[in-house]
Antibody
Framework: EVQLVQSGAEVKKPGESLRISCKGS????????ISWVRQMPGKGLEWMGR????????NYSPSFQGHVTISADKSISTAYLQWSSLKASDTAMYYC?????????????WGQGTLVTVSS | SYVLTQPPSVSVAPGKTARITCGGN??????VHWYQQKPGQAPVLVIY???DRPSGIPERFSGSNSGNTATLTISRVEAGDEADYYC????????????FGGGTKLTVL
């Protein structure tokens, strides 16, 4: 069974750093890309960027480029999303999603989401 | 960047047909995917490549795509179909970005 299991909810202060994770199982982790998707409270889905776990190639949405870093450790089938300096506006639910290795493939499996709350 | 436009809300009576549109410039030349998101849950893929259904998705869900509009059609709507629905495409013209529509809240009356 394909599963993407994300790390638990986080409460942070502005300016702090954070890394959340997404562990894949039930499939070959390097055969699919992983994307990260943000959902702010009461709002829609926003694509942040993707990583190819086989070689760690990434590309980002211009809206998130420079503010977050996506990485992966294929030895433990885990992708990461990290911030070096959180802002209150980063408060949101973050989902990882699996995508086939062709541009245009759908997001066929999703993690359960990680709620990040940034508040002083 | 490519923009996808969805109506904020659609309402339908049980047993009737719901149609949720997704507008974009020449969207018919792109592959459209649709996701269902119920409150407090992660999104679920319901239609991919315009009109294919993943295993486990009822045949009541179908999709089409032509010209400037893609449509998700839900036949014989049930109370359990009440959710937010999002369309999504890959924008080949802007460094391989993925784009989501703003989402449509389907209300079953």
């Amino acid at each position: 069974e394909v599963q993407l299991v994300q790390s638990g909810a986080e409460v942070k202060k502005p300016g702090e750093s954070l890394r959340i994770s997404c562990k894949g199982s039930g499939y070959s982790f390097t055969s699919y890309w992983i994307s990260w998707v943000r959902q702010m409270p009461g709002k829609g889905l926003e694509w942040m960027g993707r990583i190819d776990p086989s070689d760690s190639y990434t590309n980002y949405s211009p809206s998130f480029q420079g503010h977050v870093t996506i990485s992966a450790d294929k030895s433990i089938s885990t992708a990461y999303l990290q911030w070096s300096s959180l802002k209150a506006s980063d408060t949101a639910m973050y989902y990882c999603a699996r995508q086939g290795r062709y541009y245009g493939d759908p997001f066929d499996y999703w993690g359960q989401g990680t709620l990040v709350t940034v508040s002083s | 960047s490519y923009v996808l436009t969805q109506p904020p809300s659609v309402s339908v009576a049980p047993g009737k047909t719901a149609r949720i549109t997704c507008g974009g410039n020449n969207i018919g030349s792109k592959s459209v995917h649709w996701y269902q998101q119920k409150p407090g849950q992660a999104p679920v893929l319901v239609i991919y490549y315009d009109s294919d259904r993943p295993s486990g998705i009822p045949e009541r869900f179908s999709g089409s795509n032509s010209g400037n509009t893609a449509t998700l059609t839900i036949s014989r709507v049930e109370a359990g179909d009440e959710a937010d629905y999002y369309c999504q495409v890959w924008d080949s013209s802007s460094d391989h970005q993925e784009v989501f529509g703003g989402g449509t809240k389907l209300t079953v009356l």
